[in-house]
């Protein structure tokens, strides 16, 4: 299964952004409290995956193809 990847987030593949956007926390409840900064969130997946530490800051490793 590919990942498709655009160009405008950075070769950030589409399927972690919309995780990153779907964040329950990222959503105000009754308007009380402010969000993640999504923006500042995508910057740090982006430096974590060019690092190649991704797999250490989640705890997880992935193969190629997962």
């Not at 655009?6 to 919309?18: F, Q, R």
């Not at 959503?27 to 923006?39: E, H, M, R, S």
């Amino acid at each position: 299964m590919a990942s498709q990847v655009t160009a405008d987030e950075g070769g950030i593949p589409a399927e972690i952004m919309n995780i990153l956007e779907a964040e329950p926390g990222a959503v105000p409840v009754a308007g009380l409290t402010a969000g993640p900064d999504i923006p500042a969130l995508r910057e740090q997946l982006a430096i974590l995956v060019s690092t190649g530490k991704t797999k250490e800051a989640i705890g997880v490793q992935l193969t190629h193809e997962q």
